[in-house]
């Protein structure tokens, strides 16, 4: 303590280096870190369920009756919203008060509303492991899964997690209210309230497939393609004010093209899911058009990370989270925009709908678009947390386990990816293409050894990607801890010349 | 980058922002309200429940360069014509059935949802059957018993066994029928159904 002080004199409140304990964080902030303990548990969930999913391609007895596919897939990508969701409250809950300028809103609401959501997410998922399945009535879908894929929550869920929602919309612009208005939080209290909005279209029974379907896609693509791509564009832009020292200014007006672009062709986008379920023929020319456009913002915000991060020479005051943060930038380029292209055209999505090309996809953007933000967040967390200490270069041990986790989770989503990839196009020459998509093509696409080795790999990267979290969560557990150097002072850089 | 320049400047970019996505989901309202009224059960791209009393086959439609659902004669679901009210309930027992067991976690419908089961588009019109004979009886077994009488092709991957009743069998089986009469726009593309008219 008496260390810090020195080093520091101007910075009191590194006093809380030696504590190490939460008092000297703000209520929003002791708020997110518990957001993102709970995000970090359901990350865990998500990759033990991902991983017995994926050995049963290859051995399909392993728990078969006990723990069956359909209920280790349905775990492995309800953790993974619901640990993305977390992670973007939590990561709002922790730039609210800074971006405001006053303390949060209803914290003892908020906290109540943080424990309801957690049990309720908690009673969920012992729901779906333990009773599975219901018979074919309404009560099924009201208390214990929804059969629609990744909105499977029960009804009486998705009522509670509207509520807490409201709530937590409440406490965030209710702060912002109380406190000052900027760019970045107007953008980021619009996009929440189109979010929660968009949720409610799911929230319906209906006989008609087709119709189910078609708003089934509202709340899937517009939150995944367009709500939430905002919301990490508003995080991001605070994030990068704070690890580089870039001017606000600057990152406000580049959040302003990214909405532009990401709604102007996310919105129409919506129509690449539209080919196939019944709907008019000019979704095939609509949703094409406008998915085709969708990497463009993607391109936008890659351009946006590097020239700033370029900007400043990387002289940055949280190395870790400006990594993740530019991993962010290209793993969303890659995976929402450049994978999530190649199959959007309908003249190829004909033969690529419902094949290992969307898992490929799905992957890499749902991990470089979102997972890489909430880990930088976490980064940003924990440095003040341990008492803004330092996290740039020259780290104890020369930062290895921040690098190698960096290193292990990309390669191995990567790695995963391109094995998918390469299992999708075998399926879709195989069963779609010759084999006409009837059941014995199908069957006959997963028999083929490329098929088969794509599973195997996949396999062999994941196993990678969770060395890589053990090691990442090994270093939240430990990074800043001991520290005594206080952060690195960063300062937006000059009037641009030349 | 806001120094002057009109296209640089905050303001501008502010109400891009604003203009574009406003519009942008006008333009979807409206689509959405003709694409609803389109896909109603009963008009052209989305047939009556009661289709399942018919015939349904897929074929060849030069004008649109696709194949296209074809609802043919009377052929009667486990023998027996149902009335429009009848075929509905039916067909909306399966689809809370298909909702209930999951099947979207390991089964495409539409083409949508998970790659560990074969898509249940067609599954109807699948050549696997053998023929319109059999078909009803073969599946209704596979439902009842998937363990026993998996179909597996050689995966070893069997449907587990999900406790559905009798009446839940028919469900989703008539829920099947209908499915494959939505015109998907030639999806799945090259399908060829099993031989039709009691070859």
Known sequence: MAEAAIANPLRPALDAVAARDTSSLSAGQRLALKYFLVAMVLFVAQMLFGLLAGLQFLYPELLYGVLDFSVNRMVHINAMIVWMLYGFIGSIYWLVEDEAGVELVGAKLANINFWVLTSAVAVVVVVYLVVQVGPGNKMSIWLINEGREYIEAPRWADIGIVVCMGVFFYTVAGTFMKGRWSGISGTLVLDLIALAGLYLAGMFYTTNLSVDQYWWWWVVHLWVEATWEVLVGCIMAWGLMKTLGARREIVTTWLYIEVAMMFGAGILGLGHHYFWIGTPEYWLGIGGFFSALEPIPLVAMVVHAVYDAGRHSFQSRNHPALAWLIAHAFGNFLGAGVWGFIHTLPQINLYTHGTQWTTSHGHLAFFGAYATIVIAFIYIALQRWRGDVWMSGDLPDRGWKWKWSLALLNVGMLGMTVALLIAGYEQSFIERAIGGSTWAAYFEGQTQPWFVQGMQWRMVFGVLMTAGLVLLLWDFLTIGRGETRPAKEVHAPGPHVG | ?199
């Open chain 2, 1 to 199: 980058m806001s120094d002057g320049v009109w296209w640089a400047s905050q303001d501008f970019w502010r109400k891009c922002a604003i203009f574009v996505t406003a519009f942008m989901f006008v333009v979807l309202i409206l689509l959405t309200f003709h694409s609803l009224a389109a896909i109603t059960a009963g008009q052209d791209r989305v047939p009556a429940y009661s289709v399942i009393n018919h015939r349904i086959d897929y074929v060849f439609d030069e004008e649109r360069n696709m194949k296209v659902p074809v609802i043919g004669e009377e052929a009667p679901l486990f023998g027996e014509i149902l009335t429009e009210e009848e075929a509905k309930a039916l067909v909306d027992l399966g689809k809370l059935t298909v909702q209930a067991k999951n099947c979207m976690n390991c089964h495409t419908l539409l083409g949508n949802g998970a790659y560990y089961a074969p898509d249940l588009t067609k599954a109807w019109l699948d050549p696997g059957w053998g023929n319109e004979q059999a078909r009803e009886l073969l599946m209704t077994m596979f439902l009842k018993d998937p363990k026993t009488n998996a179909r597996t092709y050689g995966t070893n991957r069997r449907m587990p066994d999900l406790g559905v009743t009798d009446e839940e069998v028919r469900g989703i089986i008539a829920f099947l029928k209908w499915m494959s009469a939505v015109d998907t726009n030639g999806f799945p593309q090259g399908f060829e159904p099993l031989p039709q008219g009691g070859s």
